[in-house]
């Protein structure tokens, strides 16, 4: 299932042309919702979708909704409301106590597709992007501009001429570099690419790193990694990584993975391991960690319990999602 908008529109890129295609947004949210203001679906006319709005509740309503939309070859506003009896939403058994308010668009090749094959572009590219939608009936409207990386992510309403858009800044997914292509990084990389995130996987050793084990990764690079320091500067996914996660089982690759770490754009650097290990690590690689230039995890993760390479993979994939969201991964009912 393709949930961010980066793999929704990579889906519908590969066949904008042979189905017909609407693009469903939440606009609106009051109280309860399982998606909140900005969330997208992508429908086709094969009674596909891609992404989630709901738990799966209203999906197969919107899908027929969608088909108006094709039939008439303009937007449409639909309203579920979860705390109406009279409500479809309150029939299905929803029952979330919410409002949601959904804007469908037909997206075409007369209609420019929406721009969405430039926003496709320029998340593939790295890039952050502008992307206003007009919220409103009929023929679709919308708005497109790139923007520098430096744009704050935001999802708002905005009135401009007596017409409401809804407005929002778009970034490209995160990227994830995992030094060490061991068994316990398949689970690493998987979850990761569930996420949406890109994830490049640098192993040197032959018998590690196989593309077959890891089918979901962006891209495995086998290079040495003194030569990936060496020519760091020529190395564009060094420049866009977001977070970098060491766990190669060796001392010595793991220490030139945090001399490369050092040359990346990694907002945050977590090594797999005990503390005295680690300081084996630091020491091979000639650095100081008091003095490390990188936010730095060690021992990574979150205590989530349980050993094996799947609740590990949970639970730093969990720390590095909570860091990156600036969020305290704390429990939302205060149980734990």
Known sequence: MANTLTSM???????????QWVLATIFETQGSSYRKSGAHMMINDLGQYHGLLSGGCLESDIMLQAR?????????IVEYDMTEEQDLAWKLGIGCGGVVKILLQPVSKQNDYLY?????????QNGYCYFAQQITSGEPQVEYAELPSTAQVKVEQWEHKGQVFLKQVLRPPINLCVVGAGVDAQPVVEIAAKLGWRVVLIDPRASHGRSNYFPDAFEIIKAPLDSLIEN???????A????????????????QGLLLSLKS?????GMLGPLHRTERVFTQAGLNRDK??????NPIGLRLGGELPESIALSMISEVHSFLAQKDAKSISGIV
């Open 9 to 19: 529109l990579n889906v519908w890129y590969q066949q904008k042309d042979q189905c």
């Open 68 to 76: 108006r939309c094709w039939d008439s070859g303009e937007g449409r």
């Open 116 to 124: 969405l094959n430039k926003v496709y572009s320029r998340l593939s």
């Open 232 to 238: 760091a500067d020529e190395l564009t996914w060094l």
């Open 240 to 255: 866009q990584t977001d977070a970098l996660i060491i766990m190669s089982h060796n001392v010595k690759l793991d220490a």
């Open 265 to 269: 754009s990694a907002k945050y650097v």
């Open 292 to 297: 490390f230039e990188r936010p730095f995890a």
